[in-house]
C-alpha cells in the first residue's frame, strides 16, 4: 500500500514537472539546508523544544520563500533567439538571444542557455549568459556562448531560462521546447572549420600564374605602344624608337588576371571521419584563401556543384554547400575507387576536374 501511494505521489510530481515545463534541482547550499531542515525537525520533534520548533519553521519558511521568488523571476523574464551570426566548427561563436522583462516585478540572477544539436541524440547543451537584474519592462539583448563541434546544421531543441535566486538554494529552469520558438532561428548551420591555407594558396597561385587579359594594365609583358601624353611617367618612355622616329613614344604593359579554378573534394569509401573533415576543413578554407586573392573559384564534389565566380555570395555559396554536404557512401557522396584516399584537386579553367591541375593534400585539422 504504501509503494503503491508512492509511485503515485511520484507520478503526480514528474507530471507537474513536465506540463509546467519546470526543473528543479538542489545546489550545494540547497543540500545542505534540506539536512538542516532534516535534522532541526527530528530534534525537534523529539525534544518538544519550542526553540527548534520555531528555527524548524525559519528553515521551511525559507525554502517555501525561495520557491516563491524563483517563480516570480522565471514568469517575468522571457527570452527569444534572434538570427545568429556566422558560425564555424571548433571556433567560439555567440547565439544572440533577447531578454524580457514584461511583469511588473524585477527578476534577479537570469541565465539562458541552448539545447543545439544535429539530431536528438548528439544535442549539447552551449554556455550561459547571466542578467543579474532585468528590471521592470527592461529589453536587452544578450549573447550566449558557443563553441560547435561539428559542421552542419545544429537543431535548437530547447531553450532554457534558469535563476538560483534569492537564496541560492535551488536552480529553478523554464525549458521552451523547440515547438514554441519561431520557425525562422531554429536552426543554426555551422561552416566547415577554418584552417589556415595560405601556403597552399601562394603555392597554387605560383605553380598555376595569371592568365594575359588583352589590355593594358600593370603587368610585366610588353603590350604595346603609344604616342607620349602630358603626365605620363618619363621612366616608360622607350628611348630606343623615340631615336629612331624622333617622337617620344611610351611603353605599355599587359594586365593580367586570375584564372578560374575549380576545387574539387574526392574522398574514397573507406576513408575515416576524420580524413574526410579535414579535406572539407581543407577546401572550404582554400576556397576562401583564393577568393580573398582575386581569382574566380568554384567547388564541385559528389552532389554538389557551385559555378566559379569572385562575389562574396560565392563563399557563402561554397561554404554552406561544405557545411551540408554528406560524404559518406551510403549517401552516394563517396568514391568507390579511392579506397581510404581524402584529397582535393585544383582544375584550371573551371570545366572539369577529370585531369588534375594541382593535387592538393589535406591539411589535419585540431582534433576536438
Same mark, same amino acid.
Request: charged fraction near 20%; include cysteine; glycine fraction near 10%.
Given at each position: 500500500?504504501?509503494?503503491?501511494?508512492?509511485?503515485?505521489?511520484?507520478?503526480?510530481?514528474?507530471?507537474?514537472?513536465?506540463?509546467?515545463?519546470?526543473?528543479?534541482?538542489?545546489?550545494?547550499?540547497?543540500?545542505?539546508?534540506?539536512?538542516?531542515?532534516?535534522?532541526?525537525?527530528?530534534?525537534?520533534?523529539?525534544?518538544?523544544?519550542?526553540?527548534?520548533?520555531?528555527?524548524?519553521?525559519?528553515?521551511?519558511?525559507?525554502?517555501?520563500?525561495?520557491?516563491?521568488?524563483?517563480?516570480?523571476? #522565471?514568469?517575468?523574464? =522571457?527570452?527569444?533567439?534572434?538570427?545568429?551570426?556566422?558560425?564555424?566548427?571548433?571556433? /567560439?561563436?555567440?547565439?544572440?538571444?533577447?531578454?524580457?522583462?514584461?511583469?511588473?516585478?524585477?527578476?534577479?540572477?537570469?541565465?539562458?542557455?541552448?539545447?543545439?544539436?544535429?539530431?536528438?541524440?548528439?544535442?549539447?547543451?552551449?554556455?550561459?549568459?547571466?542578467?543579474?537584474?532585468? =528590471? /521592470?519592462?527592461?529589453?536587452?539583448?544578450?549573447?550566449?556562448?558557443?563553441?560547435?563541434?561539428?559542421?552542419?546544421?545544429?537543431?535548437?531543441?530547447?531553450?532554457?531560462?534558469?535563476?538560483?535566486? /534569492?537564496?541560492?538554494?535551488?536552480?529553478?529552469?523554464?525549458?521552451?521546447?523547440?515547438?514554441?520558438?519561431?520557425?525562422?532561428?531554429?536552426?543554426?548551420?555551422? #561552416?566547415?572549420?577554418?584552417?589556415?591555407?595560405?601556403?597552399?594558396?601562394?603555392?597554387?597561385?605560383?605553380?598555376?600564374?595569371?592568365?594575359?587579359?588583352?589590355?593594358?594594365?600593370?603587368?610585366?609583358?610588353?603590350?604595346?605602344?603609344?604616342?607620349?601624353?602630358?603626365?605620363?611617367?618619363?621612366?616608360?618612355?622607350?628611348?630606343?624608337?623615340?631615336?629612331?622616329?624622333?617622337?617620344?613614344?611610351?611603353?605599355?604593359?599587359?594586365?593580367?588576371?586570375?584564372?578560374?579554378?575549380?576545387?574539387?573534394?574526392?574522398?574514397? =569509401?573507406?576513408?575515416?571521419?576524420?580524413?574526410?573533415?579535414?579535406?572539407?576543413?581543407?577546401?572550404?578554407?582554400?576556397?576562401?584563401?583564393?577568393?580573398?586573392?582575386?581569382?574566380?573559384?568554384?567547388?564541385?564534389?559528389?552532389?554538389?556543384?557551385?559555378?566559379?565566380?569572385?562575389?562574396?555570395?560565392?563563399?557563402?555559396?561554397?561554404?554552406?554547400?561544405?557545411?551540408?554536404?554528406?560524404?559518406?557512401?551510403?549517401?552516394?557522396?563517396?568514391?568507390?575507387?579511392?579506397?581510404?584516399?581524402?584529397?582535393?584537386?585544383?582544375?584550371?579553367?573551371?570545366?572539369?576536374?577529370?585531369?588534375?591541375?594541382?593535387?592538393?593534400? /589535406?591539411?589535419?585539422?585540431?582534433?576536438?
Amino acid at each position: 500500500m504504501i509503494r503503491d501511494l508512492k509511485a503515485m505521489a511520484t507520478a503526480v510530481v514528474e507530471r507537474f514537472w513536465r506540463v509546467s515545463g519546470r526543473t528543479l534541482r538542489p545546489t550545494g547550499a540547497g543540500r545542505m539546508i534540506l539536512v538542516l531542515a532534516i535534522a532541526v525537525g527530528f530534534a525537534a520533534m523529539n525534544t518538544g523544544n519550542n526553540l527548534l520548533f520555531f528555527g524548524w519553521g525559519l528553515v521551511l519558511s525559507s525554502i517555501v520563500i525561495s520557491g516563491i521568488l524563483s517563480e516570480s523571476t #522565471l514568469r517575468a523574464a =522571457s527570452a527569444f533567439p534572434l538570427p545568429p551570426d556566422e558560425a564555424r566548427a571548433n571556433a /567560439p561563436c555567440t547565439l544572440p538571444v533577447s531578454l524580457e522583462n514584461h511583469r511588473r516585478v524585477p527578476a534577479f540572477g537570469v541565465a539562458v542557455s541552448f539545447m543545439l544539436g544535429r539530431s536528438a541524440a548528439d544535442s549539447a547543451r552551449t554556455g550561459a549568459t547571466f542578467e543579474l537584474r532585468l =528590471s /521592470p519592462g527592461a529589453r536587452r539583448t544578450a549573447q550566449v556562448p558557443w563553441t560547435p563541434t561539428r559542421r552542419g546544421l545544429h537543431h535548437l531543441q530547447s531553450l532554457r531560462v534558469a535563476t538560483a535566486a /534569492p537564496f541560492g538554494f535551488f536552480s529553478k529552469e523554464r525549458i521552451v521546447a523547440e515547438g514554441a520558438l519561431p520557425a525562422g532561428v531554429r536552426t543554426v548551420l555551422v #561552416l566547415p572549420e577554418r584552417i589556415d591555407t595560405r601556403a597552399l594558396g601562394r603555392a597554387l597561385w605560383a605553380r598555376l600564374g595569371d592568365t594575359p587579359a588583352g589590355q593594358a594594365g600593370a603587368g610585366d609583358e610588353l603590350f604595346s605602344l603609344r604616342p607620349f601624353r602630358d603626365g605620363d611617367d618619363p621612366r616608360r618612355i622607350a628611348w630606343k624608337r623615340a631615336a629612331k622616329t624622333g617622337r617620344l613614344v611610351m611603353r605599355e604593359h599587359e594586365a593580367t588576371r586570375s584564372r578560374e579554378l575549380l576545387v574539387a573534394v574526392r574522398i574514397g =569509401s573507406t576513408a575515416s571521419d576524420d580524413e574526410a573533415e579535414d579535406a572539407i576543413a581543407t577546401a572550404g578554407s582554400l576556397v576562401e584563401d583564393l577568393l580573398q586573392d582575386g581569382h574566380a573559384v568554384g567547388l564541385r564534389a559528389a552532389g554538389l556543384s557551385v559555378a566559379p565566380g569572385r562575389s562574396h555570395r560565392q563563399r557563402l555559396a561554397c561554404l554552406n554547400g561544405l557545411a551540408t554536404w554528406e560524404h559518406r557512401a551510403e549517401q552516394q557522396g563517396a568514391d568507390p575507387t579511392m579506397g581510404s584516399a581524402a584529397l582535393i584537386v585544383v582544375a584550371v579553367g573551371g570545366v572539369d576536374t577529370s585531369d588534375a591541375d594541382v593535387v592538393v593534400t /589535406p591539411i589535419a585539422r585540431r582534433r576536438a
